[in-house]
């Protein structure tokens, strides 16, 4: 499973884009790269998942380069209810147990 | 969209007795879901997985005779808490694997259940 690094915590305003990068090494060859957002007190909401190049839909984008060593998540134009917690994370491709491993997340806090 | 529940939302117990949540995925069939459990201010950690027919996969470190899996059918896991003491109280989330999606499977998770043990 792959390990992933995120930044603790970011700060944004309202309207902005935010992009949350994540670095994922060690990503095997199966192993796609989901993002979940969590609210407190929530469970992960599931926002976007690609294996390369770029995934769009109505709530972000994703963007994973050619090595595939990490990601990024875009939001745009984010709203004060964009405040929570974002996990990447990498796999389970083929895995038969199709585990996934939380890291820490990166904490998105909106400001108006 | 794939849903999961949990139940109940919340719950508040003595120390020493027993606690069981269900999961359940309301719209696909999972035959493996997976259990995690979150500490204030921390990420989710994954407890267990559960087969449904099969016996559960313990990670390292979590007593499985302390947090009986039942995986009875495709659309329902139990999680049950025995012998409950305070510092079992979390939050315990779940989640269900879309197999239908194949290789893109993707993990659906419930709404948590807040566990007190005074």
């Known amino acids: 499973l792959a390990k992933t690094t995120q930044p603790i915590s970011m700060d944004s305003y309202e309207g902005q884009e935010v992009n949350i990068t994540c670095s994922h090494n060690?990503?095997?060859?199966?192993?796609?790269i989901t993002w979940y957002q969590q609210f407190p007190s929530q469970g992960p909401r599931f926002i976007i998942q690609?294996?390369?190049t770029k995934v769009t839909n109505e709530v972000a984008s994703l963007f994973i380069p050619a090595d595939r060593k990490s990601s990024t998540l875009s939001l745009p134009r984010v709203s004060l209810s964009d405040t929570a917690v974002y996990y990447c994370?990498?796999?389970?491709?083929?895995?038969?147990?199709?585990?996934?491993?939380f890291g820490q997340g990166t904490t998105l806090q909106v400001k108006p | 969209g794939a849903v999961v529940s949990q139940h109940p939302s919340w719950v508040i117990c003595k120390s020493g007795t027993s606690v069981k949540i269900e999961c359940r995925s309301l719209?696909?069939?999972?035959?493996?879901m997976f259990w995690y459990r979150q500490f204030p201010k921390q990420s989710l950690m994954l407890m267990a997985t559960?087969?449904?027919?099969?016996?559960?996969?313990?990670e390292q470190g979590v007593e499985k005779d302390k947090f009986l899996i039942n995986h009875a059918s495709l659309t329902l896991s139990t999680l049950t808490v025995t012998s409950a003491h305070p510092e079992d109280s979390s939050f315990y989330i779940c989640?269900?694997?879309?197999?239908?999606?194949?290789?893109?499977?993707?993990?659906?998770f419930g709404p948590g259940t807040r566990l007190t043990v005074l």
């Open positions: 989640s269900a694997r879309d197999e239908e999606r194949g290789v893109l499977d993707t993990q659906y």
């Open positions: 060690n990503i095997a060859t199966n192993d796609y």
């Open positions: 690609g294996y390369k």
């Open positions: 994370l990498g796999g389970p491709g083929s895995s038969n147990t199709g585990k996934l491993i």
């Open positions: 719209d696909f069939q999972a035959t493996t």
């Open positions: 559960s087969n449904e027919g099969s016996k559960a996969t313990y």
